[in-house]
């Protein structure tokens, strides 16, 4: 647990040395470039470089899902709030805590802030973001969670009513499996009290959806390649990054994005501290990123199947993208 001096309105307590960390790089690596075919987690894209890059690719026109759901927050932040008359914002995967804003500032406009509770897996980005909100909100204490968020448990500020937030289009990163368990987990820990809100990118031409996540500036194939810097760092691997190229491709039948570095010749590619050697035919990929996209039917049913009932479903003016506000079922 760490914090300031006796009093201190910042507790941020960390799980990963409770539960096994969800970080496993060489494991994850070996298992994922042996598999076929052949995939690398794409939370290993989140190197200071690699954050930094994703900032980037936020700001660029193409992407429209940081504005779009922004919009939703700016015009229907006061509405969430009055429905749920929450004291307390739990924020799963908060990071900058940048559009927590909007929510934090419709609770003080109402009298009703009292508590942050970030749940992340970087105690970095947990406690920069406290350290700025209490700054800037001189009664929030802040209680976070520094813990693998997939993974939610002991969630901050039990026994007050709470909003739990979990914003972006990060759900579309799990696999229908790992979203319904995610889901789950979060509908066990919430009281009949809570409420639930979470972002959902919609299925929308191809030709957009395709365009945000390869943009003619080469951010985001610049963000794909870094998960292979990441490897001849950490793991003294010998990826010439010239020898891949960046590919998004739109998956019908999953109704997914899906990202992958492809190898542009034949090529091996060793290891070094794991002592694997990997071969690459001409061609070959790495999928390194799923992006789910979903309507509002799909979306609600994996809501429900989740043990949640939606009972708010905004989306952007341009319906490219949907805040669902839920409760617990029973």
């Not at 690398?40 to 900032?55: C, I, N, Q, V």
């Not at 805590?97 to 749940?119: N, Q």
């Not at 799990?174 to 979060?186: C, G, N, R």
């Not at 290891?271 to 390194?288: K, N, P, Y």
Request: hydrophobic share 40%; with cysteine.
């Amino acid at each position: 647990m760490t914090g300031d001096t006796a009093g201190s309105r910042i507790v941020l307590r960390n799980t990963l040395r409770e539960h096994a960390s969800p970080y496993d790089l060489a494991g994850d690596a070996r298992a994922g470039l042996s598999s076929t075919p052949k995939t690398l987690p794409s939370k290993y894209f989140y190197d200071a470089r690699g954050s930094h890059l994703f900032e980037m690719i936020t700001r660029l026109p193409q992407y429209y899902l940081t504005r779009a759901e922004t919009e939703i927050l700016e015009r229907e932040a006061g509405r969430f709030v009055e429905a749920v008359r929450p004291r307390v914002l739990v924020e799963f995967g908060s990071g900058a805590a940048r559009k927590t804003r909007i929510l934090l500032d419709a609770m003080l406009e109402r009298g009703l802030l009292e508590g942050y509770g970030p749940v992340d897996v970087s105690a970095q980005a947990s406690r920069h973001a406290a350290d700025t909100l209490i700054r800037d909100y001189p009664d929030i204490r802040v209680e976070g969670v520094i813990g693998d968020f997939e993974r939610p448990r002991d969630l901050p500020f039990p026994g007050r009513r709470r909003l739990m937030a979990f914003l972006g289009s990060t759900i579309g990163n799990l696999e229908p499996v790992q979203a319904t368990a995610f889901l789950t987990s979060i509908r066990k820990e919430m009281t009949a009290a809570d409420a639930f809100l979470v972002g959902f990118d919609l299925v929308k031409d191809v030709v957009l959806l395709e365009r945000a996540y390869d943009d003619e500036a080469g951010v985001t194939a610049k963000f794909n390649l870094n998960v292979l810097r990441v490897l001849n760092r950490d793991l003294g691997a010998s990826f010439d990054l010239e020898m891949f190229r960046h590919r998004a491709v739109w998956n019908a039948g999953n109704s997914r994005i899906e990202m992958h570095l492809e190898s542009a010749v034949e090529q091996s590619v060793r290891i070094q501290s794991i002592g694997l050697d990997v071969s690459f035919a001409a061609g070959e990929t790495i999928r390194t990123e799923l992006s789910h996209k979903y309507t509002r039917e799909s979306a609600v049913g994996l809501l429900e199947a989740s043990g949640l009932r939606v009972e708010s479903w905004c989306t952007d003016e341009s319906d490219r993208f949907a805040l669902a506000l839920a409760r617990a079922l029973g």
